[in-house]
């Protein structure tokens, strides 16, 4: 074997390495998007690779069609994966979100409008519950003292839901880019 042969498979065992490590750190860390460990394997994969089928990432990853096409369609619902096409093929192709920024947005501002809306909801709805205590002269005075201090307490946190709305709209605009700038170099 000679010596460039050698280099080679060395070098080729370095960036080896060095795709398994990005891939276990993205699969590992995935959890955060409610994606299981396999489903993050595959987006690491997908991430590094670029475009692939189902039949691809089946034998890439020694994972079963049914539960490869579960993954896809929980990333896809994360927007962290996309369907494309190629002319002249009936395949499907996938290819992950390589922009960590746009996934980002896309994920946990869906989270956090979810988050905002089920609570504004509740706290309004309890609030009026409250009142109807805190205004009834046939229920004891601490009873109703106790009310009015739950309704103080919940009215509160409105101010949180209020600050996530805007901090919501601030990244889905590309304002808070302004406040928080994507740096050129990351090295």
């Not at 370095?14 to 995935?30: G, P, R």
């Not at 299981?36 to 595959?42: E, I, Q, W």
């Not at 049914?66 to 093929?89: C, D, E, F, I, Y």
Request: glycine fraction near 6%; include cysteine.
């Amino acid at each position: 074997m000679t010596e460039q042969l050698k280099n080679d498979e060395r070098a080729l065992e370095v960036i080896e390495q060095a795709k398994e490590a990005v891939i276990s750190a993205i699969a590992e860390t995935m959890d955060l998007y409610g994606v299981t460990h396999s489903a993050g394997r595959l987006y690491g994969t997908m991430y590094i690779e670029g475009e692939m089928t189902l039949d691809q990432m089946k034998d890439r990853l020694g994972m079963t069609k049914p539960s490869m096409s579960t993954a896809v369609k929980k990333l896809q619902s994360n927007a962290m994966v996309q369907r494309t096409w190629k002319k002249g093929s009936r395949r499907e192709y996938f290819t992950a979100e390589r922009d960590f920024f746009k996934s980002f947005i896309a994920f946990y501002c869906e989270k956090w409008k979810r988050e905002v809306e089920m609570n504004l909801v509740a706290i309004d709805k309890a609030a009026k519950g409250l009142e109807s205590v805190m205004n009834n002269d046939q229920v004891s005075r601490g009873i109703r003292d106790y009310a009015g201090n739950l309704h103080e307490q919940i009215i509160d946190s409105k101010k949180y839901y209020k600050w996530l709305s805007r901090l919501i709209d601030l990244i889905e605009s590309g304002e808070i880019f302004q406040f928080l700038p994507i740096e050129d170099d990351a090295r």
